[in-house]
């Protein structure tokens, strides 16, 4: 076997302390925040629905890096991981710097332009978080890249001790940029931006002197190879289309939310980052099935591909399933500490259960076997499939449900959840197939 138990573990437990204590870190963030107004949860969590469409672009390309780079040390060459690997982290700051580019120029039509009906204070503290976001994109692009880089050979603790460092600067620079210098979504925004910087440099250090199988000492010079960069695109491209058309439908489904009220955005804000929290396992361990999938089938080892996927998803269902039952037990208390008013708590307590619920049977089947499907090159099918059930279900029923049921914004709620459970199912069927072996192209 490729993989022995202890390298499983040395593997995964990290990644999921990692998204656990980012989670964590998410919700304090969100806390102190909070402090300020409900104007200013309002206003970052528009901007956050923005950074989570770059971001999946992001997480495209540092996607497609990683499954080249283990699919080449799945084959023993570690002279083509290292070319895959120097050429992710060129790709990446070119992309990122565009990326950032264009949303300087054109920040006010984004802005305005997706979210014109929300309240014009809502909407300025919007503007000036977009502002510390955007400028932050590259830095978080190589602390991605790099990161990715170590997991790919089997190194997630470096990773993990890299971006608890970072929470711990966001944690401290939020407290003294919010409570002692009361900045504000200013003082939010500048400790985000300053943690990435510091935290990408410093990872960037570690992989640049780094001695095993991945080393890009000669990073700087070592040129551009169209079949590398070919190689990498090739799965970047359709899970980046993937992941942006997703959520750009998010962001539509957003405007929704939006034109319920500033209570509807605070609470749905809310209940976004404590369910974020409890996907976090499953997310980490998503992760995980990409390093280990894209291995074996490097390899050329398909039923040890598909022994580690049944039994990492097993140990999904379980810390998952764990995180939301402690969800739906904690939703209140967890709400409260937001300090929003009694409607707010109400609504956001109850979306946070019913996610919970939902989480518990549908999320690893429709995320996790998707990742799967993905480190064995099947990037097309899992792309059309997200885009199918992303317009049918999240925005096509959020549009449907607002037009016919009088429940508010939890409506949006129940349409993604009719999305997760089409994705389970069509990908628990591809995965027990045989359609998606021998699809490596290296």
Same mark, same amino acid.
């Given at each position: 076997?490729?993989?022995?138990?202890?390298?499983?573990?040395?593997?995964?437990?990290?990644?999921?302390?990692?998204?656990?204590?980012?989670g964590?870190?998410?919700?304090?963030?969100?806390?102190?925040?909070?402090?300020?107004?409900?104007?200013? =949860?309002?206003?970052?969590?528009?901007?956050?629905?923005?950074?989570?469409l770059?971001?999946?672009?992001?997480?495209?390309?540092?996607?497609?890096?990683?499954?080249?780079?283990?699919?080449?040390?799945?084959?023993?060459?570690?002279?083509?991981?290292?070319?895959?690997?120097?050429?992710?982290l060129?790709?990446?700051?070119?992309?990122?710097?565009?990326?950032?580019?264009?949303?300087?120029?054109?920040?006010?039509?984004?802005?305005?332009?997706?979210?014109?009906?929300?309240?014009?204070?809502?909407?300025?503290?919007?503007?000036?978080?977009?502002?510390?976001?955007?400028?932050?994109?590259?830095?978080?692009?190589?602390?991605?890249? +790099?990161?990715?880089?170590?997991?790919?050979?089997?190194?997630?603790?470096?990773?993990?001790?890299?971006?608890?460092?970072?929470?711990?600067?966001?944690?401290?620079?939020?407290?003294v940029?919010?409570?002692?210098l009361?900045?504000?979504?200013?003082?939010?925004?500048?400790?985000?931006?300053?943690?990435?910087?510091?935290?990408?440099?410093? =990872?960037?250090?570690?992989?640049?002197?780094?001695?095993?199988?991945?080393?890009?000492?000669?990073?700087?010079?070592?040129?551009?190879?169209?079949?590398?960069?070919?190689n990498?695109?090739?799965?970047?491209?359709p899970?980046?289309?993937?992941?942006?058309?997703?959520?750009?439908?998010?962001?539509?489904?957003?405007?929704?939310?939006?034109?319920?009220?500033?209570?509807?955005?605070?609470?749905?804000?809310?209940?976004?980052?404590?369910?974020?929290?409890?996907?976090?396992?499953?997310? /980490?361990?998503?992760?995980?099935l990409?390093?280990?999938?894209?291995? +074996?089938?490097?390899?050329?080892?398909?039923q040890?591909?598909?022994?580690?996927?049944?039994?990492i998803t097993?140990?999904?269902?379980?810390?998952?399933?764990?995180? /939301?039952?402690?969800?739906? =037990?904690?939703?209140?208390?967890v709400?409260?500490?937001?300090?929003?008013?009694?409607?707010?708590?109400e609504?956001?307590?109850?979306?946070?259960?019913?996610?919970?619920?939902?989480?518990?049977?549908?999320?690893?089947?429709?995320?996790?076997?998707?990742? /799967?499907?993905?480190?064995?090159?099947?990037?097309?099918?899992?792309?059309?499939?997200?885009?199918?059930?992303?317009?049918?279900?999240?925005?096509?029923?959020?549009?449907?449900?607002?037009?016919?049921?009088?429940?508010?914004?939890?409506?949006?709620?129940?349409?993604?959840?009719?999305?997760?459970?089409?994705?389970?199912?069509?990908?628990? =069927?591809?995965?027990?197939?045989?359609?998606?072996?021998?699809?490596?192209?290296?």
């Amino acid at each position: 076997m490729l993989f022995d138990r202890k390298q499983l573990v040395k593997l995964i437990v990290p990644l999921v302390c990692e998204q656990v204590i980012m989670g964590t870190i998410g919700i304090a963030d969100m806390l102190m925040v909070a402090s300020v107004g409900e104007t200013a =949860i309002s206003g970052i969590s528009l901007i956050d629905s923005i950074n989570l469409l770059f971001n999946s672009m992001f997480a495209a390309l540092v996607t497609g890096g990683t499954i080249v780079c283990t699919q080449y040390l799945g084959k023993r060459e570690a002279d083509m991981a290292n070319l895959a690997a120097k050429h992710l982290l060129g790709i990446s700051l070119l992309f990122s710097l565009a990326v950032a580019g264009m949303c300087f120029l054109f920040r006010r039509m984004v802005v305005y332009g997706l979210y014109g009906s929300a309240e014009p204070e809502v909407l300025r503290q919007a503007m000036i978080y977009f502002c510390f976001s955007m400028v932050s994109y590259p830095f978080l692009m190589m602390l991605d890249s +790099c990161g990715a880089i170590f997991r790919s050979m089997g190194n997630a603790a470096l990773p993990f001790s890299v971006s608890f460092f970072m929470s711990i600067i966001n944690i401290v620079l939020n407290a003294v940029f919010i409570f002692g210098l009361h900045w504000g979504v200013f003082g939010a925004g500048f400790a985000t931006f300053l943690a990435r910087a510091v935290s990408s440099a410093a =990872i960037f250090l570690f992989l640049y002197h780094h001695k095993g199988a991945v080393r890009i000492q000669s990073f700087f010079g070592s040129g551009w190879h169209g079949f590398m960069v070919k190689n990498i695109l090739k799965l970047a491209v359709p899970t980046g289309l993937e992941d942006s058309i997703f959520h750009i439908g998010k962001l539509l489904v957003q405007g929704i939310v939006t034109s319920y009220g500033t209570a509807a955005i605070a609470a749905n804000a809310v209940a976004l980052t404590i369910s974020e929290f409890t996907h976090m396992p499953g997310f /980490a361990i998503g992760l995980a099935l990409i390093t280990v999938v894209g291995r +074996c089938v490097g390899a050329g080892e398909i039923q040890q591909a598909r022994y580690y996927v049944k039994k990492i998803t097993g140990v999904s269902f379980l810390v998952t399933g764990a995180a /939301a039952v402690l969800s739906w =037990i904690f939703a209140g208390p967890v709400v409260g500490f937001y300090q929003m008013n009694r409607e707010t708590w109400e609504l956001a307590s109850e979306i946070v259960r019913w996610q919970a619920v939902a989480c518990l049977f549908f999320w690893v089947p429709a995320f996790n076997i998707s990742d /799967a499907l993905r480190a064995a090159s099947d990037v097309r099918f899992t792309m059309a499939v997200s885009m199918i059930s992303m317009w049918v279900f999240r925005v096509g029923c959020s549009t449907l449900f607002r037009e016919i049921l009088d429940i508010g914004v939890i409506c949006v709620w129940f349409a993604m959840f009719l999305d997760w459970m089409f994705r389970a199912v069509v990908f628990l =069927i591809r995965f027990h197939g045989s359609k998606w072996e021998g699809r490596m192209f290296l």
